[in-house]
């Protein structure tokens, strides 16, 4: 994840934006940012699974 990605991110929630991260495969997020939500959902695997549930 780039310093510019994320500088965006923190900008946009100082400015009262609801942010959430969402990342896939092998980018991590490799510090806190004070109000960002933030989900790593893993392999391609894992994605896939996800791809197959059926929401009611």
Same mark, same amino acid.
């Given at each position: 994840?780039?310093?510019? #990605?994320? @500088?965006? +991110?923190?900008?946009? /929630?100082?400015?009262?934006? &609801?942010?959430?991260? =969402?990342?896939?495969?092998?980018?991590? #997020?490799? @510090?806190? +940012?004070?109000?960002? /939500?933030?989900?790593?959902? &893993?392999?391609?695997? =894992?994605?896939?699974?996800?791809?197959? #549930?059926?929401?009611?």
């Amino acid at each position: 994840l780039s310093d510019r #990605l994320l @500088r965006t +991110l923190v900008e946009l /929630r100082r400015r009262e934006y &609801g942010v959430t991260l =969402v990342v896939l495969g092998q980018a991590q #997020l490799d @510090r806190d +940012l004070p109000g960002v /939500r933030y989900y790593h959902l &893993g392999d391609r695997e =894992v994605w896939h699974a996800l791809e197959s #549930l059926e929401l009611a």
